[in-house]
């Protein structure tokens, strides 16, 4: 049984990363596939991350939207219809920064639950522990990391909806990815959160970006409860 269950864990992790190898070539967002499929961009983000497999239909759907081979993509390959394999709509700027499958590590990073918040592109953590995901080989001995899905889309294209990262207790630096987590304000329970692009430390605040709508976003200093990094790509894959 628990070869069975590695095999399909495997297989999950190769077809989500075929998924989104098509998807970002095609230039297309995860909202666009839900949408075609009439299903919560959500299970999109699942889909790629390989924490679930889409059903034969949902594949077959998936396949017909994007363009290529339902075989091979059930397969965790990619190979697009001979009519489109020389387009010049293919996004090919994106080929680069696409995950390969991890090597299954262990099953021990903690998933923390978040909440939707505002009109702000705020979020807050619930408190509660939702699952485990598989912990990628650059970060085997790093400690104090969690993962969370992303919600909201003030950081699309970097960042959309559904999207899972990891996230670590170390300090971040100009250029880094950051989740913000703020006192809670009076009356309330828990602080809202922010997923956002660290621009520089200036006097008492944190200065900020996002990209959807492009804006700078200053965060007090003093209401800040914690700033988590977001690992890059390169460094959960250990490059």
């Not at 390969?100 to 990073?109: K, L």
């Not at 800040?224 to 250990?238: N, S």
């Amino acid at each position: 049984m628990l070869l069975m269950a590695r095999a399909k864990n495997e297989k999950s992790a190769a077809i989500g990363a075929a998924i989104r190898e098509a998807r970002t070539r095609r230039g297309k967002v995860m909202r666009e596939v839900a949408a075609h499929l009439g299903i919560d961009t959500a299970a999109v983000g699942n889909w790629e991350t390989g924490r679930n497999l889409p059903s034969t239909q949902n594949l077959l759907s998936v396949a017909e939207f994007l363009q290529v081979d339902a075989v091979a993509l059930g397969k965790g390959r990619v190979i697009f219809n001979e009519e489109d394999a020389s387009s010049s709509k293919l996004n090919e700027a994106e080929i680069v920064s696409d995950p390969a499958p991890f090597p299954a590590g262990p099953n021990d990073v903690q998933i923390l639950g978040a909440s939707v918040g505002g009109e702000e592109g705020d979020f807050t953590f619930n408190g509660q522990i939702i699952g485990y995901t598989r912990r990628p080989p650059g970060i085997a001995h790093l400690n104090n990391v969690f993962a969370v899905h992303v919600i909201g889309d003030s950081m699309e294209p970097r960042f959309e909806p559904g999207d899972m990262i990891y996230c670590s207790s170390r300090t971040a630096v100009s250029g880094d990815d950051i989740v913000i987590e703020m006192f809670p304000e009076e009356g309330e329970t828990v602080g809202k959160a922010y997923i956002k692009r660290l621009v520089r430390r200036a006097g008492g605040e944190l200065v900020c970006m996002q990209y959807n709508p492009p804006k700078e976003v200053t965060f007090n200093v003093y209401a800040l409860k914690r700033v988590y990094r977001v690992i890059p790509l390169r460094e959960l894959v250990g490059f």
